[in-house]
C-alpha cells in the first residue's frame, strides 16, 4: 500500500480546518487531555472536514470512538496496544498505525500486520519527554530491512529540512508537529512540506 509521504499530526480539529484545505492528504489527529464528549466532537469534526477535502484522517489512541464514529484508521502507541482489542479494530476494517522504539516494540507491532509502522523519535524531539534517544537514520536503515513492504513512518524532529535524508534512508512517509504547530506561519510551513514532498 502507498501512502502520502507527508504525514502531519494535529492536536484538534480547528488545526484540521486550516491545514486539510492546502493539500495534507494523509494527517492524524491526536486528541489528548478532553473529556470523552469532548474527544468525540473533536474526532467526528476530523472525519467530516478530511471527507470534505479528500483526505485520510488517523485516530490517535481512541479505537473506541474511531470505530463507532466510521474512522478509516487508527494509530496506536505501545500503552495503547495495552488496551486495545486489536482484533475488534479489524472486524470494523480500520486500518491501523503502530509506534515502535525498540526491536521488542517492533516485534509485537509486526506480529499484528500493521499497515504502517512508526520509528521515532528519529532525532531529538520537543513535543514530549521520552525515554528513548534518537534513534537516528542507521535505526531508520535497520528499521526498513526489518519491516519489509510494511510503510514505515520516520518521526522526531522532523524538517522539511531532514525529511529528504530520512526518506532516502529508508522511510516512506514522515510524521510532524512541532516544525508547524510552532512555526509562526503553520500555512506557509505546511506548503513547504507539499513542495518538498509531492
Known sequence: MSLPRFY???SNAAWLARMLPLGVRFVQLRVKDMSEAETRAQIRAGLA?????????????????AI?????????????LDAADVPAIRRAGLRIGIST????????????SPDYVALGP???TILKQMKWHEQGLECVAEWKRLVGDTPLCAIG?????RAPQALAAGADLVSVVTDITLNPD?????????????
Open 122 to 124: 528519529v532525532w531529538p
Open 49 to 65: 472536514l478530511a471527507r470534505q477535502h479528500g483526505a485520510m484522517l488517523v485516530v490517535n489512541d481512541h479505537w473506541r470512538i
Open 8 to 10: 502531519p499530526i494535529f
Open 101 to 112: 522504539h525498540d526491536r521488542a516494540e517492533l516485534d509485537r507491532a509486526l506480529a499484528l
Open 186 to 198: 503553520p500555512e506557509a510551513r505546511v506548503r513547504d512540506w507539499l513542495e518538498a514532498l509531492p
Open 157 to 161: 524532529g522532523l524538517s522539511v529540512e
Open 68 to 80: 463507532t464514529e466510521g474512522a478509516d484508521w487508527v494509530h496506536l502507541g505501545q500503552e495503547d
